[in-house]
């Protein structure tokens, strides 16, 4: 087994906590079985999983392929009190024993599918349901790295507009349809999700409705990451309703109301599809209050 740490540039994009930083960071696993074969698993960057990873290398090395699940949950015996306090209420997931579980889930998942000479979709629930999945694009609202003194990179000599713009701060609806045709034009995407919770709600509404008119046959979400209130989040997205794909947490936990409750509501008087990624285990939950 293992544990590589690995960064790469990113620029100053913007969510509801603030900014990326300058690198953004992921913590690779490596597995070798006694054959020579190789399986991947990949996971958020941090010194506190990558610590958690190699404390879990007697758990992981000289099992069985087969034994997956008993590794896991030696893991998460091992580990799960780092985990005690959730997944917080911020854009970034502050558990730590579930991304290294997740890294050693997947590299596992990826030799045993080589061992069976099947694609790891099939390995999975109630098996592979379709050859190809189409990926989703994101846009991010940019700010200006010119007004930090941290070491963002700009590309010097831009290959096409994608590398031109995606250092440039964006913080308009002009400036975001560039972004967007710059984006579809460099790597094809039919789907684009706004990273929201930047500007005010109405604001970011506006935007959305200004990819609709420049793109109308490419899909939309907005994710304002919950940063809106219920009341809010019906009042600023209803009158665009057809033009999203889906919402994605466009609200969140408030006095009165769980999460799960909260997106519940969202979706009875709004109809718009939902998804989240904030309320953790609560999505099942979510999922049957929103039939």
């Not at 509801?16 to 991947?40: A, K, M, Y």
């Not at 045993?112 to 694009?137: I, M």
């Not at 990179?153 to 590398?163: C, G, L, M």
């Not at 939902?274 to 099942?284: L, Q």
């Amino acid at each position: 087994m293992r544990v590589v740490p690995v960064a790469g540039h990113d620029s100053l994009l913007l969510n509801l906590s603030g900014g990326h930083q300058p690198l953004f960071t992921r913590n690779l696993v490596i597995l070798e079985d006694e054959t020579g074969q190789v399986g991947l698993g990949e996971t958020p960057g941090g010194e506190a999983i990558l610590r958690t990873l190699e404390a879990s290398r007697d758990l992981v090395e000289g099992k069985s392929v087969g034994c997956l699940a008993n590794v896991l949950s030696s893991m998460r015996e091992r580990f799960g009190h780092l985990d005690a306090g959730g997944r917080g209420r911020q854009t970034f997931d502050s558990r730590v024993m579930i991304h290294a579980l997740a890294a050693v889930e997947s590299a596992f998942l990826d030799l045993l599918g080589k061992f069976l000479e099947l694609p790891v979709a099939a390995l999975l629930g109630p098996g592979q349901q379709r050859d190809a999945v189409e990926v989703l694009g994101y846009l991010f609202y940019v700010g200006d790295a010119a007004q930090t003194d941290l070491g963002y990179r700009a590309t010097e000599s831009p290959a096409n507009d994608w590398e031109r713009l995606r250092h440039r701060e964006t913080l308009d609806a002009p400036g975001l349809v560039e972004l967007a045709g710059a984006c579809i034009d460099a790597f094809g995407f039919r789907h684009l999700k706004l990273k929201g919770g930047v500007l005010e709600g109405r604001a970011e509404c506006d935007c959305m409705e200004a990819l609709h008119e420049a793109f109308p046959d490419v899909g939309l979400t907005l994710d304002p990451n919950a940063a809106w209130t219920l009341r809010d989040a019906i009042e600023w997205l209803q009158p665009i309703a057809g033009m999203l794909t889906y919402a994605e947490d466009p609200c969140g936990a408030e006095p009165g109301l769980t999460a799960v409750e909260a997106m519940a509501q969202f979706k009875r008087a709004t109809s718009i599809p939902v998804a989240s990624n904030m309320i953790g285990t609560d999505f099942p939950g979510l999922l049957k209050a929103c039939l």
